[in-house]
């Protein structure tokens, strides 16, 4: 599949104060927002403020600036699965994380069973809990330890700084995760996952349970964007090609059922978390994060998919925009 080394072209941000203008006008043209819930789904995250909103924008070259509650701690929840995914495909390769996870969209929320079971027992792709789930089981390492370190140490590089889990937030996971237990025998049983499906679970529930705030998410995003470079570090965390193929897969998955309507409105990849983050990658120009709690009920964050939206049109973020050449036969 890739005979050929790519020739790659994005473009910049505008300059940089109209960008943190442009972000102080995300801010309050999404304020309004009052649309959506808090999730339920994990005891531990219902008690947050719904209010609570933070908006930060990290550029490739190390720049970032924020609006609201940028420093407010969350657990990046289904967010991991991109990271984890970029890491995985570094470590095991495209094709085999291809033939193993899939990229396709499953049409079926993120916990679906039944998309499972359409599929031939395939967990179809790694943004699903299934194929998140297979993911985390072709990290490396022999022990359920080896693999958490990985993935702690991975997400760290990640964000430039050493990122720890929230021990509340895992425990009341831990405690009721028992459809994630359920999705991982299901795979088990069609022979999809080579190592013991409790140890996978809860590897996946702590990636789940890392703490983040809006600007450590933004530098995640901005290290996608980057060729696998942190902009704040200068570390390459993982090489261009593994970003290339999680932009990818988070262009039609990032969103689940609702990728479609993502790309459509806001052409970005993007990723969800049922905390209620967003990290969008704008490849060669940086992250954007939000944080806001209230979900729709896809499970994601209501006020961050408008807040996006405004940065990818203000600061030309859209992949699929173009305008008329000066120069075009027609002119
Ligand atoms: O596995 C779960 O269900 C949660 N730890 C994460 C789900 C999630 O973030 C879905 N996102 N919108």
Redesign the pocket.
């Known amino acids: 599949m890739r005979s050929v080394d790519q020739t790659v072209s994005t473009g910049d941000l505008p300059e940089w104060d109209r960008v943190k203008a442009f972000v102080d006008q995300a801010y309050r043209h999404s304020l309004d927002v009052h649309d959506g819930a808090v999730t339920t789904?994990?005891p531990a995250l219902s008690q947050a403020d719904p209010d609570l909103f933070g908006i930060c924008v990290a550029e490739v070259t190390g720049r970032t600036y924020g609006a609201g509650d940028v420093d407010h701690p969350f657990s990046l929840?289904?967010i991991s699965k991109a990271f984890v995914y970029a890491l995985v495909c570094e470590a095991v390769g495209h094709d085999v994380v291809m033939d193993r996870v899939g990229v396709n969209n499953t049409g079926q929320a993120?916990?679906s069973v039944m998309a499972i079971e359409l599929n031939d027992g395939h967990p179809m792709n790694p943004m699903v809990?299934a194929g998140a789930m297979a993911t985390t089981a072709l990290v490396p390492g022999d022990t359920p330890e080896a693999k958490w370190a990985f993935v702690q140490q991975g997400l760290s590089r990640f964000a430039g700084r050493d990122l720890r889990l929230d021990s509340e937030v895992y425990a009341s996971?831990a405690t009721t995760?028992q459809r994630?237990l359920a999705i991982a025998r299901l795979l088990e049983s069609y022979d999809r996952l080579d190592v013991d499906p409790v140890a996978v679970v809860d590897v996946y529930?702590r990636q789940?349970s890392l703490l983040v705030n809006a600007h450590d998410l933004a530098v995640m995003g901005a290290t996608l964007a980057d060729g696998g470079v942190n902009p704040l570090t200068g570390e390459q965390v993982v090489p261009a090609s593994a970003c290339n193929d999680t932009l990818a897969v988070l262009a039609t998955n990032g969103l689940y059922e609702r990728s479609g309507e993502w790309l459509f409105e806001i052409g970005v990849p993007g990723k969800?978390?049922?905390s209620g983050g967003i990290v969008a990658a704008a490849p060669g120009k940086g992250g954007i994060a939000t944080f806001s709690p209230r979900l729709d009920t896809a499970?994601?964050s209501v006020r961050g998919q408008r807040a996006t939206a405004f940065l990818s049109r203000s600061l030309g973020l859209n992949l699929f925009a173009s305008k008329v050449h000066p120069h075009s036969r027609h002119r």
């Open positions: 789904r994990i929840q289904s993120f916990d809990n996971e995760n994630n529930t789940c969800s978390g049922v499970g994601n």
